[in-house]
């Protein structure tokens, strides 16, 4: 049996000193289902929030607000940047949304972009500004990832709201967006 697999190195200025790194994303073939699924080895080892046994979403909240990577007082220094071919100043930013590279990419080229700067938001605090910052940005991300690369051209934008592991383990229709 074949296991095939395809392998990219994904760059990014990691925080705190902004030194460029490289990541390894495998693109693999289930050999059996003919399935792909992409892999970044390097992902076990983040940090993950809202992993501590609660079971309400405000305690969520409260107990990932203070050393939150996405919040104001953390945002510089604990996001990573992009290499200056894609974006020279390192990261884009329009109104509450700011783009940076996800810390541990699963794609060849994978940005996070905040929409607000608050820590957590209801699902009707989001606001049409937001969203519009957001996909302008994400929009001027896409442009310059195919100035460098024409080969990309199948962008995805995708939302999530809540911590992941909460999401799964607390599912349902009004807390999850994602
Ligand atoms: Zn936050």
């Given at each position: 049996m074949e296991f095939r697999k395809q392998i990219s190195t994904v760059e990014l200025l990691t925080p705190h000193r902004f030194e460029r790194e490289t990541q390894i994303v495998e693109y693999r073939e289930d050999p059996l289902t003919g399935s792909h699924s992409r892999i970044n080895?390097?992902?076990?080892?983040r940090r993950r929030q809202g992993q501590r046994g609660e079971s309400d979403l405000s305690e969520v909240v409260a107990s990932t607000k203070g050393d939150c990577f996405f919040c104001p007082q953390n945002i510089e220094q604990q996001t990573p940047k992009f290499p200056p071919q894609i974006c020279p100043r390192g990261r884009i930013e329009r109104g509450e949304c700011l783009i940076f590279p996800n810390l541990f990419p699963f794609a060849d080229y994978h940005g996070v972009g905040t929409l607000?700067?608050?820590h957590s938001l209801d699902l009707?605090?989001?606001t049409p500004e937001m969203l519009l910052d957001n996909l302008m940005a994400s929009r001027e991300y896409i442009a310059a990832v195919h100035r460098v690369d024409e080969g990309a051209k199948y962008p995805m934008w995708i939302w999530n709201h809540l911590p992941p592991q909460w999401r799964e383990h607390n599912s349902s229709p009004r807390s999850n967006t994602g």
């Open positions: 080895v390097a992902r076990a080892g607000s700067r608050k009707d605090e989001f």
